[in-house]
């Protein structure tokens, strides 16, 4: 049995037609939805690229693993993915995007490694007007390069070498794109596919948060300025790269078919957390809870345990794929992994199932954003120097995009309550290693 993650970055659940959207065009992932398993709550652990893919790599807490921002190193002497999989015997590789410091990545236990630090796209093509969509002057527009210039074709390129490399032998493989992380910048022709006229932007695309949350205002200013029709224009090339990584996965795909490993091959596809993709009038990812932000993408596939067309809805996390590959796998899973296995839910037992998980940027000395999200309702806090800045507390079930803070309605007093009593447990009781600079 082999093991594909399939990864993309920065990648709003809402922007799969298999999760909802009837605009997008997201075949081959639709089509893993079909003959696999869909996880409709499935929630990352940081809404920061490299804590998050730690996370999934460690099945560990962003405070217990130790890296909870993109600028801490991570610790070597975790037991993550690459290690577990080498010592049992499997060719490990990472692809495109994985985003950690530590050099060569034998510290973590891949043996091939490409793309790790250098798959974003050069800054060639025709542009957006705007030189500041998100933070740190990243260009949205059309590319000017070819698909299998792009970074998107290059990953997908790349794996499939990999894969024909590696048909005889048992594999763990990290695939992971770039996007639809800025640059937004997709070929064409899906620069062109989705006419910004004819999108809808969110439904709380208008809403003003009656809750000041620091760094919402900067993201505003670098986003929330501008008018409609650019907004549009942004969500027209953020679906069109989307549209783009779906053509490129389907490539692998084929290439597993071709081989003969499609049903040898779990595959699970995910994001490392989400974007704002105009919710709230925002672009980015940003230093809040939102379901955007920390709501991602899960799929599964293996239909040799893996039933097909299933939808699941209890909430997960990421930290459950590490030890869900592991125990499908036959290896044992480490004691410190806090995650849980999704077998039982994937052979259709009924266990007792968890009731909250945890996203959280940070905790850093000074700030951090923590979010208790349990299957309905989830309690959100801001911090500072250990004194809560902000608090939100929304009704998914009623409000799902988020629009009615209910901090300060008397008839959710006694679940909010309960909500802060969990959080605080939590919070006395995960273990938090010290960073690493």
């Not at 997201?26 to 998050?52: K, Y």
């Not at 925002?282 to 899960?298: C, E, H, M, Q």
């Amino acid at each position: 049995m082999n093991v594909l993650f399939i990864v993309t970055d920065q990648h709003n659940a809402h922007a799969l037609r298999c999760y909802g959207n009837d605009t997008i065009e997201t075949p081959n992932l639709d089509r893993l939805a079909r003959e696999g398993m869909r996880f409709e709550t499935a929630i990352c652990q940081s809404g920061q690229c490299r804590p998050s893919r730690y996370s999934i790599w460690t099945g560990q807490y962003t405070r217990t693993h130790g890296l909870y921002s993109n600028a801490i190193k991570e610790n070597p002497n975790v037991e993550s993915i690459g290690k577990l999989f080498k010592s049992a015997g499997y060719v490990t590789a990472t692809i495109g995007k994985h985003h950690m410091k530590l050099s060569p990545l034998t510290h973590h236990g891949f043996d091939i490694e490409h793309l790790g630090r250098n798959s974003r796209f050069k800054k060639k093509g025709r542009f957006l007007p705007i030189d500041k969509v998100h933070p740190g002057d990243l260009p949205v527009g059309e590319s000017d390069v070819p698909n299998d210039r792009h970074p998107a074709g290059i990953v997908a390129n790349l794996t499939r070498e990999f894969l024909r490399e590696n048909r005889d032998n048992r594999f763990l493989l990290w695939c992971s794109f770039h996007g639809p992380h800025p640059p937004i910048c997709p070929s064409r022709p899906w620069a062109v596919q989705y006419p910004p006229a004819s999108l809808q932007l969110p439904p709380n695309h208008e809403y003003d948060n009656e809750t000041p949350i620091p760094g919402m205002d900067k993201l505003r200013v670098s986003s929330g300025v501008f008018d409609e029709a650019t907004h549009k224009a942004v969500l027209s090339y953020y679906y069109g790269y989307v549209s783009q990584i779906d053509y490129n996965i389907g490539l692998v795909l084929d290439e597993l078919s071709r081989l003969g490993l499609m049903d040898e091959t779990l595959i699970i596809f995910t994001s490392d957390h989400g974007e704002m993709m105009g919710e709230h009038g925002v672009w980015t990812k940003g230093k809040t809870g939102y379901d955007a932000t920390i709501r991602v993408p899960l799929l599964m596939r293996f239909p040799q345990v893996l039933p097909a067309n299933v939808r699941k809805s209890e909430l997960v996390g990421s930290i459950d794929l590490l030890p869900t590959a592991l125990d499908l796998c036959g290896i044992p899973v480490p004691g410190g992994v806090q995650g849980t296995s999704l077998r039982p839910l994937i052979e259709g037992r009924t266990p007792p199932w968890r009731e909250f998980i945890v996203s959280e940027i940070g905790p850093s000395p000074y700030r951090n954003c923590i979010t208790l999200r349990g299957a309905r309702h989830k309690l959100v806090q801001g911090k500072q120097d250990g004194e809560i800045g902000f608090e939100q507390f929304f009704d998914l079930e009623n409000d799902p995009w988020e629009m009615k803070n209910e901090i300060g309605n008397d008839a959710y007093g006694e679940l909010i309550g309960a909500f802060r009593r969990e959080l605080e447990t939590w919070e006395r009781t995960a273990p938090i290693t010290p960073a690493l600079q």
